[in-house]
Structures are given as C-alpha cells and as structure tokens.
C-alpha cells in the first residue's frame, strides 16, 4: 500500500474537513452548473472551465513556489486520470444535466462509490471491512431513495441521461484508482492544471461549432455561477480531491463523497426552487449514517 494508507485515516481531523469543503464546494456546482447552461452550451462550458482552471491553477502553483514540471513516470498516470477525471466526467455531468433534472444527474454521478469500492478490490487489493460495507449500502440506499422508483418504470427514450451520468460516475471511480496506484512527487495544483492544459484543446474545437451569447447579454446569475464553477469547483475542489485521496483508502474517500449529492439536492431547492419532500429527508438521513460508519474512528487495534 502508499503511504495514504499509513496516515490513520479514522484519527486523521483534516479529512473531516477537505470532506466538508469539497463537499460544498463540488455541492453547489450542480446548480450552477445548470444555470450557466441556460444560455452557454456544453462544449463552451467545458472550454472556458479548462482554459481558466489549467491557468489558474499552474499560475497559482507557480506563485506559491511549485514546480511545474511533472516527472517523465508520472505522465502516463496523469493523463490517464486527467482523461477520466476531468474531461469524461465533467463533459458527460454536462450532458447528462441537459437531459434531465439536476436532482437526480448528481444522484446517478454519485453511484461512483460503488464502482470505486468494487474496482479498488481487483485493482488495489483493498478489501472493505464490516463497516464500510455497511456503511456503502447506507449510502446507496439513501441514493436509491432519492431517486425514488420513478426511474424504474422510465420509458427508454429517458434513459439517456441516466446512461450518460453512469459513465460519469465509472470514469470518476477509475480516475480517483489511478490516482491511489501511485505516490505521487508533484503537488496536486501542478496535477490538476495540467490535466486541464490536456483536456481543454478538444472542448475548445468543439466550442467552435457553437452558437454562443454576446457576453453582455448573459445573466448575473450565470456570472455567478461561472465564478463558483471555475474557482470553487474546477480549481479548488478538484485540487483538494487530490488531496483526500492521498490520505483515505479508495472506499473511505468515495463513500465520503456521499455527501456532495446531499449538498447539489440542498442547493437545487434553495437556489433553483426544487420541492423539499419527505423522501429527500430520509435520503439525507441515510447518507449521513454512511458518511458517520465509514469515517469516524477506527475500534482500538485495528488498523
């Protein structure tokens, strides 16, 4: 195993709060998302979010006194996670946003800890215990409930875009495993941005087959949500999502993320007006109890 392994996640502070930070922040980007596709197309979107985040963050790491120069062994990594992180994921929660409820987009992207948990056993030889297993189910179920049974009884024309979010959901899980396989030398900003400095060339070949908005007629509201896109989630959360999962074991970090889909349905209801109903409390419920099983401390002898 790496060193993450070693850090003791269970007695481990810091992890409660990159949890609640990343939380937030990749929370409240389910509805800001949505609102700058009320008038800025997915390929755009993409672009511009690439473009700033690769020189945000590489300018930042630079000013901080970062090298940017990644070692010639971790490429292969990079790019491999880069691809699943960063341009599958978020060109398909895009997508699959434009093609249903933001609600249930997050519920179906945020299936990734079971790929994550299954994947990790194959690929990384980690084996979850009691708890985290009941922990996972916890979790799943408090999705499930969320989703209701609505989208069992979908016609198939409607199922596009749950199709779309599950291979967001595999493309997350397998980019946070090749991330796990290796120590890494580089900082996570210097990662993070040139994993945006690859995926952004596509986006922006793309983006010119769009019809676009003059700048001045696009919302305050859409400004807003750009601003939260591209520095709370593009740059800061991702970064940070680096850094988690240097300290957890693969299932403790993917079960953590169970919380973003509490904090994207919080945010649709106070920001876009979606209705609060019995059913979200008990998946939010739920998905707590999975986050308290798989984090909190570890029974005295275990490691």
């Known amino acids: ?23 937030l922040f990749w929370g409240l980007n389910w509805p800001a ?27 930042a790491a630079r000013l901080a006194g970062h090298r940017l120069r990644v070692e010639r062994t971790e490429w292969p990594s990079l790019v491999a996670a880069g691809l699943c992180n960063v341009l599958v994921f978020n060109l398909c929660t895009a997508l699959g ?12 992207a945020f299936t990734m800890p079971v790929w994550a948990t299954l994947l990790a056993i194959p690929l990384l030889g980690e084996r ?20 209701g049974p609505a989208a069992l009884s979908a016609p198939p024309s409607e199922l596009a875009g749950p199709a779309v979010m599950l291979v967001a959901a595999v493309a997350w899980a397998l980019g946070t495993i090749v991330m796990k396989r290796r120590v890494w030398r580089t900082h996570p900003m210097v990662i993070t941005g040139w994993q945006y400095v690859l995926c952004a060339p596509p986006m922006i070949l793309l983006a010119a087959t769009e019809t676009r908005p003059a700048l001045s007629e696009l919302h305050p509201a859409v400004w807003v949500g750009f601003t939260w896109h591209i520095f709370c989630s593009l740059c800061a959360a991702q970064a940070l999502w680096y850094v988690t999962v240097r300290r957890l074991t693969v299932g403790e970090a993917a ?31 739920l998905i707590l109890a999975a986050v308290a099983c798989v984090l909190g401390p570890k029974p005295v002898g275990r490691k």
């Open 128 to 147: 979850p215990g009691p708890r985290q297993i009941v922990g996972l189910a916890s979790g799943l179920a408090g999705l499930l409930v969320l989703l």
């Open 33 to 59: 998302v949505k609102t700058i596709l009320t008038q800025v197309p997915i390929f755009s979107l993409r672009a511009i979010g690439f473009t700033a985040g690769a020189v945000l963050l590489l300018g």
């Open 97 to 108: 946003q434009s093609l249903m409820a933001t609600s249930q987009a997050a519920i179906v």
């Open 255 to 285: 079960v953590s993320t169970l919380l973003i889909p509490v904090v994207g349905v919080g945010g649709a209801v106070l920001l876009l007006g979606d209705p609060v109903t019995p059913r979200l409390a008990a998946a939010l419920v």
């Open 1 to 23: 195993m790496t060193a993450i392994a070693a850090t003791g996640a269970g007695r481990d502070p810091v992890k409660y709060l990159l949890i609640a930070v990343i939380s």
